[in-house]
């Protein structure tokens, strides 16, 4: 799959940062849930948005990527 365009409406969003780096988060949430973890669950982009806006690293993750606080 191709890298987000950093250009356009999505950019600095929750959303353009999953898309960007799904892989890595899913890491993140997959540890943190360990056996509970279910793919068909945790893996969908509105609980990866959950991770994102709840989990300290995640958060701190995102804005160092240009998500904006308030967007």
Excluded: C, T
């Excluded at 356009?8 to 943190?32: C, K, Q, Y």
């Excluded at 056996?35 to 958060?59: F, I, S, T």
């Amino acid at each position: 799959m191709a890298a987000p365009k950093r250009s356009g409406a999505l950019f600095g969003s929750v959303e353009f940062f999953i898309e960007a780096n799904r892989p890595g988060i899913a890491a993140i949430v997959r540890r943190r849930l360990g056996k509970q973890y279910d793919h068909k669950v945790h893996a969908q982009d509105g609980e990866l948005r959950l991770w994102v806006l709840n989990d300290p690293e995640l958060w701190a993750w995102a804005l160092r990527e240009g998500v904006k606080e308030n967007g």
